[in-house]
């Protein structure tokens, strides 16, 4: 080795790791907010490839996939998604969930269109895929109200279910009742298991993304607003239940699970 060539000092090396590794789990940096945009955007998109898939597919080959397997694929999927990155970004993958997080003070409100944008995006996306793939419409994937039931019946099973499903997601946020990551196993069974029932009067959507995407796409709109109104009025209830149960949000390891940290030694973050 010439005399002219320097070693490097481990110390620094070392150094240098620990400065880059903190950088990146610094999710109170703004510049990392990229990250659970990104997040969020993937985790929407295989929500509604799965969601639409089953009933585009079906239309595809016919009776290939039966009521059961296409409404529990989606809470299955919901529940590797919270696995696998719920700690980048908290895996909300639904307007109204972000929504209920921001009205608890578990999430800045100033994230929030960001977080709605990418999963309208996400959600969007996964219908042009499955539409170019399968060569079907979308309108194959999406939500309606049952034949001979109104907008508003459908409506009010829409604000039902998501009351549930948020109270699901606040309450194993809030660790009240220990679950840690066990939460992804409580909320995809809560989707599985309100589609199994509910699924033929409202399609059991409670996302007002998993029903943008397959409609922006087929260029139809009609009783898109049955899953708008639905979802963030039953979110709005669940957020007032969770006051009723829990008392205030916007404790540390609810504002954790509902941005994310990615790793468990990370200072949990607060709302901004």
């Given at each position: 080795m010439s005399p002219l060539q320097e070693v490097p000092r481990s110390g620094a090396s070392e150094h240098s790791e620990d400065d880059e590794r903190t950088r990146i789990e610094d999710f109170n940096d703004q510049r990392q907010e990229w990250r659970r945009l990104?997040?969020?955007?993937?985790?929407?998109?295989?929500?509604?490839?799965?969601?639409?898939?089953?009933?585009?597919m079906n239309d595809v080959f016919p009776d290939s996939i039966g009521r059961s397997a296409a409404v529990v694929a989606p809470g299955l999927m919901v529940m590797a998604i919270i696995l696998f990155m719920?700690?980048?970004?908290?895996?909300?993958?639904?307007?109204?969930?972000?929504?209920?997080?921001?009205?608890?003070?578990?999430?800045?409100?100033?994230?929030?269109?960001?977080?709605?944008?990418?999963?309208?995006?996400?959600?969007?996306?996964?219908?042009?895929?499955?539409?170019?793939?399968?060569?079907?419409?979308?309108?194959?994937?999406?939500?309606y109200p049952a034949n001979g039931f109104s907008g508003t019946a459908a409506m009010w099973m829409e604000i039902v279910l998501t009351l549930g499903l948020v109270s699901v997601i606040l309450g194993t946020a809030s660790g009240a009742q220990n679950v840690g990551v066990l939460g992804a196993f409580g909320v995809g069974g809560y989707i599985a298991l309100a589609g199994l029932w509910a699924s033929p009067l409202s399609g059991a959507s409670m996302n007002p993304a998993r029903t943008f995407g397959p409609d922006l796409v087929a260029t139809n709109f009609t009783d898109f607003w049955v899953?708008?109104?639905?979802?963030?009025?039953?979110?709005?209830?669940?957020?007032?239940?969770?006051?009723?149960?829990?008392?205030?949000?916007?404790?540390?390891v609810a504002v954790d699970a509902a941005q994310g940290t990615l790793d468990d030694d990370v200072v949990p973050n607060r709302a901004l």
């Open positions: 990104f997040a969020e955007f993937l985790g929407t998109f295989f929500l509604v490839l799965v969601a639409a898939g089953a009933g585009m719920g700690k980048v970004s908290g895996a909300h993958l639904n307007p109204a969930v972000s929504f209920a997080f921001a009205l608890r003070g578990d999430f800045p409100w100033r994230r929030l269109p960001g977080y709605v944008v990418v999963q309208l995006i996400g959600a969007t996306l996964a219908a042009l895929f499955l539409h170019a793939v399968l060569n079907v419409s979308s309108l194959y994937g999406s939500n899953y708008v109104v639905g979802p963030i009025v039953g979110a709005i209830a669940a957020v007032l239940f969770a006051q009723v149960l829990r008392g205030r949000g916007g404790r540390s």
